[in-house]
C-alpha cells in the first residue's frame, strides 16, 4: 500500500518511519512512503506558497496554484489515489475508518500550514476530510502521520500477529481490558489472581467485566452503546 505525503516539512514526518513496526512493514514492501512539496510547483518568482486571506483575518493561507498543481500531477501517475485532507472542522477519524481505508491501493494525505488551505483546492481535490481531535495543530503533519499509522496497523502482513487487532479499544465500542506483564507481584501489587488459574472462559469473561468497567470511567459515551 502506498501513501503519500504533501507538506511542506517532510523531515518532520521520515524521521517516524525509521525505527519499529513501519520500518519493517517498509523494508517487506507492505507499505511505501512518498513525498510532495508544493513549494516545487509554485509558479510565484518569490516560490511563495502562501498569501493573506481576503476579507480579512489573521495569518496567511496556503494558496490555490502550488496544491492544485501538486495533486493534479499526483492523480495523473496514480489515478487511483485517495485524497484526504486534515482539518479541524472535519469528522473524526476513527478505527473504523482506520480499517476501511487499509484497503486503498494508495492514499495522499494533504497537510496544511499556516491559517490552513485555500478551500478551492479542498473542493476540487478532497476525496475525504479528517480530525484526530477537538484541538488545533500548527501543521497537518502530525495528523497525516497518526492517520497513516493507524491505517497501516491494518494492512494485511504489517502487524507479527494480526490476531491483537481484535482485542483492542474500539473494536467494540468499548475500551481494552487491562493487561499485565511480569514479574507477577510488584513492590506488594500484585495482577488478578484469575489471569494465573489456566480457565481461558473465566479470563475472558473477567477481561469483558473489566473492559466494561473501564469504559464506563472514562468513556460513558462508549459504555452507554455497550
Known amino acids: 500500500m502506498r501513501f503519500s505525503f504533501v507538506?511542506?516539512?517532510?523531515?518532520?514526518?521520515?524521521?517516524?518511519?525509521?525505527?519499529?513496526?513501519?520500518?519493517?512493514?517498509?523494508?517487506?514492501?507492505?507499505?511505501?512512503?512518498?513525498f510532495h512539496n508544493p513549494r516545487d510547483h509554485t509558479t510565484d518568482k518569490h516560490n511563495r506558497v502562501d498569501a493573506p486571506m481576503i476579507g480579512g483575518g489573521a495569518g496567511m493561507l496556503m494558496t490555490v496554484q502550488p496544491l492544485v498543481d501538486t495533486l493534479s500531477k499526483l492523480k495523473k501517475d496514480a489515478p487511483n489515489a485517495h485524497i484526504i485532507f486534515l482539518s479541524p472542522v472535519a469528522k473524526k477519524f476513527t478505527q473504523n475508518d482506520a480499517k476501511r481505508l487499509a484497503h486503498k491501493e494508495h492514499i495522499v494525505f494533504v497537510s496544511g500550514r499556516y491559517e490552513g488551505i485555500d478551500e478551492r483546492v479542498i473542493e476540487e481535490h478532497a476525496d475525504e476530510l479528517f480530525s484526530i481531535g477537538d484541538f488545533?495543530?500548527?501543521?497537518?503533519?502530525?495528523?497525516?502521520?497518526?492517520?497513516?499509522?493507524?491505517?497501516?496497523?491494518?494492512?494485511?502482513?504489517?502487524?507479527?500477529?494480526?490476531?491483537?487487532?481484535?482485542?483492542?479499544?474500539?473494536?467494540?465500542?468499548?475500551?481494552?481490558?487491562?493487561?499485565?506483564?511480569?514479574?507477577?507481584?510488584y513492590e506488594g501489587n500484585e495482577v488478578v489472581s484469575e489471569f494465573l488459574k489456566g480457565n481461558h472462559s473465566k479470563i475472558t469473561d473477567l477481561k469483558r467485566g473489566l473492559a466494561l468497567c473501564k469504559t464506563k470511567y472514562f468513556r460513558p459515551d462508549l459504555y452507554k452503546k455497550a
Open 136 to 185: 488545533i495543530l500548527t501543521g497537518g503533519e502530525l495528523a497525516s502521520m497518526v492517520l497513516c499509522d493507524a491505517i497501516s496497523r491494518n494492512v494485511a502482513d504489517v502487524l507479527g500477529n494480526s490476531d491483537s487487532l481484535s482485542v483492542e479499544s474500539f473494536e467494540e465500542d468499548i475500551l481494552e481490558a487491562p493487561s499485565f506483564a511480569k514479574p507477577l507481584n
Open 7 to 34: 507538506t511542506l516539512f517532510s523531515n518532520l514526518i521520515k524521521g517516524y518511519f525509521s525505527e519499529s513496526i513501519l520500518k519493517r512493514a517498509i523494508e517487506d514492501d507492505k507499505i511505501s512512503i512518498d
